[in-house]
């Protein structure tokens, strides 16, 4: 794996560096804030709209290095490595739960008729996905090289992993797929119109006991296409609830009225997503 350092900028409380791997952007932040001891890791899709204006959506970036600010003193704060998504269909094929869509039938139905209703016509086989590949480069190959590279002290139980949208798929699939990496998902605004029920069933379904300790965030908005995940979001909080996992501690899905599908709406709610994780769900 090749590393080069294209910017490095202090941030609030931190430092933050962008990197190329293996010609993939990747922006990662290191707290400085005088701590010792192991951190948590957090590892978040979607990276160039978690700190600057300048990379993000539409201009407003969800400004974690904020966020992390507004946690109650004596927080360990944690690193951050926040891979680039590719561009067009190279993100929803990177974010796609690939495993559920090729092998579930039903699921399969969904995702065919979610792209015939996106680009007009019906696709006669599955497009070429990447999600498994793509969670394992991300758990088995960037997160090491990037702790190694930097010598990182990482807490190996609180290392969790983040995304919106199809990006909220993805956290959950990773969860799903490496509970010996990760022991968090946050998932915001998690897209199940691509699977519709069905996907919110078998994804929620894939996810490790909840005897293992892990915990999940769902959550959505009201307006726009948030309004739209509402019936699926039930179905999943359902299976939560069926499997044991714990409200709020363990597993919380929180509904935020007037919040939109967009970077300032999930930048709003971004500290209380970070609270309910490093501090303890209850107190979120």
């Given amino acids: 794996m090749t590393f080069t350092v294209l910017d490095v900028q202090p941030m609030s409380l931190g430092t933050h560096t962008t990197l190329d791997v293996d010609g993939r952007t990747v922006e990662v932040w290191e707290p400085q804030d005088g701590a010792s001891g192991p951190r948590p890791l957090l590892l978040a899709h979607d990276g160039q709209n978690l700190f600057l204006p300048g990379r993000s959506f539409g201009g407003v970036p969800w400004g974690l290095d904020a966020a992390l600010a507004t946690l109650p003193a004596g927080t360990v704060l944690p690193y951050v490595v926040a891979p680039w998504n590719r561009p067009g269909h190279g993100r929803a094929a990177d974010y796609t739960p690939q495993s559920i869509v090729e092998n579930d039938a039903e699921v399969r139905a969904g995702f065919f008729d979610y792209i015939a209703r996106a680009t007009g016509s019906m696709p006669s086989e599955v497009p070429s996905l990447n999600g498994d590949a793509y969670a394992q480069w991300c758990a088995e190959s960037l997160i090491p090289a990037v702790v190694a590279s930097l010598d990182w002290h990482v807490d190996p139980t609180a290392v969790a992993v983040m995304g919106s949208s199809m990006g909220g798929l993805a956290s959950a699939y990773a969860l799903a797929l490496r509970p010996d990496v990760y022991s968090a998902a946050l998932c915001l605004s998690t897209h199940w119109l691509l699977g519709g029920h069905a996907l919110a069933r078998q994804l929620t379904q894939m996810l490790p006991a909840a005897q293992r300790g892990a915990r999940v965030w769902f959550d959505h908005g009201t307006l726009n296409l948030d309004a739209t995940y509402g019936p699926f979001q039930e179905t999943a909080d359902a299976v939560?609830?069926?499997?044991?996992?714990?409200?709020?501690?363990?597993?919380?899905?929180?509904?935020?009225?007037?919040?939109?599908?967009?970077?300032?709406?999930w930048a709003t709610r971004l500290p209380e997503v970070l609270r309910w994780w490093l501090c303890g769900g209850e107190q979120a």
């Fill in 240 to 265: 939560m609830r069926e499997r044991g996992y714990r409200e709020p501690a363990q597993w919380r899905t929180t509904v935020y009225a007037d919040a939109d599908h967009n970077e300032a709406s």
